[in-house]
């Protein structure tokens, strides 16, 4: 583990900004962290979905299965922001900073994990239902 302080707060809102691109791996455990050099790809294979459809039209049967993993991988870094968020400050401290000075985080936080819970959960069920949707249309084309 790096050594440095390392703030609740701060790994809830990077987890909540740049979670899709592992950049609160890298705050927490450093460049070495391999989940956090793993994370950009699915990331990056859901943009490329998205930009299919945007380029060739809602038919593209690619673009239906890669969007899905950008909808899974951006509540997946939502759930990690929530679950930093509120993780217990004792917990926390004993885990990432076990020689420093105890700290109590306060409402940046608290609206980290209220912004977090609210995109999360408006991906996942945006990610079901355009899922659903794009399965049916395929069992009707059959």
Same mark, same amino acid.
Do not use: C
């Given at each position: 583990m790096s050594a440095g302080y390392k !703030?609740?707060?701060l790994a809830t809102w990077i987890a909540l900004v740049g979670g899709p691109l592992g950049l609160h791996r890298f705050y927490l455990h450093g460049f070495k962290d391999v989940w956090g050099w793993l994370l950009p790809w699915p990331t990056l294979i859901g943009a490329l979905g998205v930009l299919r459809m945007r380029e060739l039209g809602q038919d593209d049967r690619l673009a239906w299965v890669l969007i899905p993993v950008l909808g899974v991988?951006? !509540?997946v870094t939502m759930l990690t922001a929530i679950v930093y968020g509120l993780t217990p400050d004792e917990k926390w401290n004993a885990r990432h900073n076990p020689q420093g000075p105890p700290h109590v985080s306060g409402w940046g936080v608290v609206i980290g994990v209220i912004l977090a819970l609210m995109l999360g959960a408006g991906v996942l069920m945006a990610t079901i239902a355009f899922s659903a949707q794009r399965y049916f249309e395929y069992q009707a084309l059959r």
């Amino acid at each position: 583990m790096s050594a440095g302080y390392k !703030s609740k707060t701060l790994a809830t809102w990077i987890a909540l900004v740049g979670g899709p691109l592992g950049l609160h791996r890298f705050y927490l455990h450093g460049f070495k962290d391999v989940w956090g050099w793993l994370l950009p790809w699915p990331t990056l294979i859901g943009a490329l979905g998205v930009l299919r459809m945007r380029e060739l039209g809602q038919d593209d049967r690619l673009a239906w299965v890669l969007i899905p993993v950008l909808g899974v991988v951006l !509540s997946v870094t939502m759930l990690t922001a929530i679950v930093y968020g509120l993780t217990p400050d004792e917990k926390w401290n004993a885990r990432h900073n076990p020689q420093g000075p105890p700290h109590v985080s306060g409402w940046g936080v608290v609206i980290g994990v209220i912004l977090a819970l609210m995109l999360g959960a408006g991906v996942l069920m945006a990610t079901i239902a355009f899922s659903a949707q794009r399965y049916f249309e395929y069992q009707a084309l059959r």
